[in-house]
């Protein structure tokens, strides 16, 4: 038994020793510098074109709504771009903008970039600037739509104006599509894919919002990260409600509604009883990621061959980042009881939102969810469902080539998949391609990033500067 005991060690210590000079040899080269400037006249052109664009307040609608600020906003994007006007054949479908660009290879299958035209409502309470102002303070442009997602809309736009003004035709079909409820998750971009596949059309690939240029993709890196997303988690919302007796406060019985909805709450918080997996995709973000950490997180993240296991039970416990994306996760957001403090309510409920894993989807989860409802006699209502998108494919040459862009634009950044925890107007698109990318080619640091949806939302000008530069590149160079 002594002999079977040391020979585990000795076993258990080679593969640490070769871990560890594993790790040694992952480490990533220094970060490059970008030695191109950005001209004045650039930062002009940018400032002054999202500017105009921030400043019409394009909330998001349903198709059946009153659509007057889209009208203006589509009047405007005629002005800022006359030759996409002028050149690409446009379709509207019920706000929802359509562009074809007829390329030099009709018979190659077409690529698509996209983003939307709406955004999320906006006050001017808290922001330092009115939150439609498009104003720039700092080199930074503030307003509201100014990161999500009307920056995306001017890098491509502006990059497929200039293209025209120099003469250049893509070397296959191109189109461009931005939607008036992404926000919402409306059917804008469903009823593009619609009158795609109504005209036999599939893709090659598709560039949508969601990744970026992000100083601190993952707290502790020594770098940025080009942060591309291959697939975005599901959604689901979910009302759990658990029925009893009501009453007087002052005779409470034990076991009340209430308390049933709160013992459930808190053992779903406290097991995370979701299936828990690293997928392939997953692997390969982290392993993208590793040489950027310092030797710790290196040499785990280097070697899952060996750590996986470890990675599995502990990251979940000290990142929410690592559980989620490994597995379903669950926050209750809303709750209902009595309406006076001395009722004991007769039908409380809590609201739950999922975002559901590839591998445990939304009946799955679903399942879960009610193994432990049933426990407390409780009830559960589906308000609302969307399985995860299917993951794109990051070994096709669509990506390798998009990789090798990055790195010639940003030769500072690090490079790795993603998986998207919230949803955007791609995910229609993967019945179309297997290359449903997201990824807008534009830097952020991470309280820009955190500015979304929030006060004082801003990006930085010379970056829009970056990002179209960045799509004249790619286009000039696909094949």
């Known amino acids: 038994m002594l002999y079977i005991l040391f020979g585990i060690l000795g076993v258990l210590a080679a593969l640490l020793l070769i871990a560890v000079i594993r790790t040694f040899a992952i480490k990533a080269p220094a970060p490059a510098s970008c030695a191109t400037e950005i001209t004045p006249e650039e930062l002009s052109l940018c400032a002054e074109k999202l500017g105009a664009m921030v400043r019409v307040p394009t909330v998001s609608r349903r198709e059946d709504e009153d659509l007057s600020d889209f009208a203006r906003y589509q009047e405007e994007l005629k002005r800022l771009f006359p030759l996409v006007h002028q050149s690409l054949n446009k379709t509207v479908l019920n706000g929802t903008l359509l562009y074809h660009w007829g390329g030099k290879d009709p018979t190659k299958k077409p690529i698509l970039l996209m983003g939307h035209q709406d955004v999320v409502p906006a006050s001017d309470e808290g922001w330092s600037v009115p939150a439609y102002s498009g104003r720039v303070v700092d080199g930074n442009l503030y307003g509201r739509g100014a990161l999500d997602c009307k920056s995306t ?78 697939m975005e988690k599901g959604y689901m919302d979910v009302k759990i409600t658990a029925r009893g007796k009501g009453g007087h406060s002052s005779t409470p019985p034990r076991n009340t509604p209430a308390a049933r909805l709160f013992a459930f709450a808190n053992e779903i918080e406290r097991r995370r009883p979701f299936k828990k997996a690293l997928l392939p995709e997953v692997k ?127 030769p500072d950044a690090g490079i790795a998949p993603f998986v998207i ?55 000039k160079g696909y094949e």
């Open 284 to 410: 390969e973000m982290f392993a993208r990621m590793a040489p950027s950490f310092s030797f710790p997180l290196r040499l785990v993240l280097g070697n899952l061959w060996l750590f996986q296991p470890l990675v599995m039970v502990l990251m979940p416990k000290v990142s929410p980042f690592g559980e989620a994306v490994m597995a379903t996760t669950c926050c209750f957001t809303m709750m209902r009881g009595s309406d006076a403090a001395n009722v004991i309510p007769k039908e409380p409920y809590l609201v739950a939102n999922l975002r559901t894993s590839v591998q445990q989807d939304c009946e799955a989860s679903l399942a879960v969810l009610r193994k432990y409802a049933d426990k407390y006699d409780l009830e559960l209502e589906v308000l609302m469902q969307r399985d995860a998108s299917p993951v794109s494919n990051i070994h096709s040459k669509e990506y390798a080539y998009l990789t090798e862009c990055i790195a010639k634009q940003f």
């Open 153 to 230: 809309m001017f890098v491509e736009l502006e990059a497929v104006e200039e293209l025209l003004a120099e003469g250049f035709t893509p070397p296959c079909d191109m189109y461009l599509e931005y939607s008036i409820n992404e926000e919402t998750g409306g059917d804008g971009a469903a009823s593009a894919v619609r009158y795609l596949k109504e005209k036999g059309i599939q893709l090659a690939l598709v560039i949508d919002e969601g990744g970026a240029v992000i100083d601190k993709a993952v707290e502790g890196m020594d770098r940025p990260y080009a942060v591309i997303g291959i």
């Open 421 to 475: 925890m919230g949803g955007t107007d791609c995910r229609h698109f993967h019945a179309l391609t297997e290359n449903a990318l997201r990824f807008c080619p534009t830097r952020m640091t991470s309280a820009q990033s955190a500015s979304c949806h929030a006060v004082d939302e801003n990006v930085t000008v010379s970056t829009l500067a970056e990002g179209v530069r960045f799509f004249k590149m790619f286009l």
